[in-house]
């Protein structure tokens, strides 16, 4: 049967999602405690390949498995097995044919920032610490001009071929005391998309870009005037819309 799970991972010190040779990953440690329950290789499909030191708490995957218990032991056992940094949050049978990748309608991801004015241990591992202030006002102007679908070359690459054109359902900043994050949803994205989307926004809210130039950049797909991408650690997979 094709199974389809939801995962959480601290992706702090492994090296992406897919599996990779000069680095543990999500993958690598998922495929094995599945190859510990079942005696057998089994290969996982990811909704994202989530980058080295990104994390999830929406990560979805699928898997074909022969077992013959019930699917409440099997999350049981892959959660005993599976190091402390990853957890299966939902395992459900799914539709033999369901790719959680090309199936996916809409991806979510979310940029924590802490805006303290020294830097916190309590944040280190899932939050950017930035220490100057910043105009919410106007990256959530810039913010509001990533909606819709247009190209996004001057954020990205491509996993695939040379098409820069995503649709952007949603994107914006919300504060909380010393708390920042930047939720952005979408049909897909390009390789670093929201680190580098999320470099630039904060170029804005420091005064050093303004929303004229912003919108240019994005309309003339100038790379060079764009970022720089913000460190992985601050951005997490929140879930994924089927």
């Known amino acids: 049967m094709r199974v389809k799970a939801v995962v ?17 990953t999500i993958q690598g440690e998922l495929e094995s405690a599945l190859a510990q329950l079942a005696g057998a290789s089994v290969r996982t499909l990811a909704a994202g390949r989530t980058d080295a ?41 799914s ?15 979310r940029y924590r920032i802490y805006r303290g004015a020294t830097r916190h241990p309590f944040y280190q591992r899932f939050y950017l610490h930035v220490s100057r202030s910043l105009s ?5 102007a ?24 995503r649709e952007v359902f949603r994107a914006d900043w919300r504060e909380e005391e010393e708390l920042l994050r930047f939720d952005i949803e ?14 630039t926004l904060l170029r804005v809210g420091r005064g050093d870009l303004d929303t004229a130039s912003f919108a240019e ?7 060079r005037r764009a970022g720089p991408a913000v460190p992985a650690s601050g951005l997490t997979l929140m879930g994924v819309t089927y």
């Open 217 to 223: 950049i994005l309309r003339t797909r100038d790379r």
């Open 186 to 199: 979408a049909d897909a994205f390009l390789f670093r998309m929201v680190r580098m989307l999320v470099g």
């Open 95 to 109: 539709a033999p044919g369901f790719h959680p990748r090309y199936d996916a309608r809409r991806r979510w991801y």
């Open 136 to 140: 919410i006002v106007e990256m959530q």
């Open 142 to 165: 810039a913010a509001q001009m990533l909606v819709g679908r247009q190209d996004f070359y001057a954020f990205g690459s491509p996993p695939q071929g040379d098409n820069a054109i």
């Open 8 to 24: 959480a991972y601290d992706g702090t010190g492994y090296g992406g999602y897919q599996i990779q040779k000069n680095a543990p």
């Open 53 to 93: 030191g990104v994390h999830a708490v929406g990560q979805v995957i699928a898997f074909d498995l022969e077992w013959r218990h019930s699917l409440e032991g099997l999350q049981r056992g892959l959660n005993a097995v599976l190091p402390a940094q990853i957890s299966i949050l939902d395992l459900q049978e």
